[in-house]
């Protein structure tokens, strides 16, 4: 019996009101665009729902985030914009950030007060080691029973697709950055 087991009664194990751990992951486009997705849906059954974004800057203000404000979805870009340590940005700015949202997040998902909490790019911390992912995994364990967290990004560290529900993996057949066509308002952001 692995750890994660010990948590699901028999009720949970039936499939009724348990939490899932859900991962967005892969070199494809549309891991954040699924996972607003699936917001959008709970929010549709009234469910209370929330994303941190680990990447997007504080000042982020893309498609996402004018929809969500028009109807009332939380979204909170706690980033310093797109960060490769030794190559781009602030990389001391990143970290503070992130560990000030992983922070942040930790207390949303430990509060049980929202039913979905989506953490969007955390998996660039977690790659960079900014934050530790043995502490995420039991943040995760120990939720309340019912909530889902979905996680979305590239490079996704193995232990936690090893503890989540579901993992699915976006995979890119053809993009058109390769034909030098730019990230387009409304498709990319």
Known sequence: MTEKSIRKTDEEESGKDRGLVLINTGKGKGKTTAAMGLMLRAWGHDKKVIMLQFVKNTKANFGEHRAARRIGLEIIAGG??????????????????????????????????????????LSYPLKYEWLDVQEVISVLRNRPDNEHVVIT??????????????????TEIKHHFNDGIEAQPGIEF
């Open 153 to 170: 990004g590239r490079d996704m560290p193995d232990e936690l697709i090893e503890f989540a529900d579901m993992v699915t993996e976006f």
């Open 80 to 121: 310093a914009g797109f960060v490769v340590p030794g190559v781009t940005g602030d990389v001391e700015k990143s970290i503070r950030l992130s560990r000030e949202l992983w922070s942040r997040a930790a207390q949303i998902i430990a509060s049980g007060e929202y039913d979905v909490v989506v953490l969007d790019e």
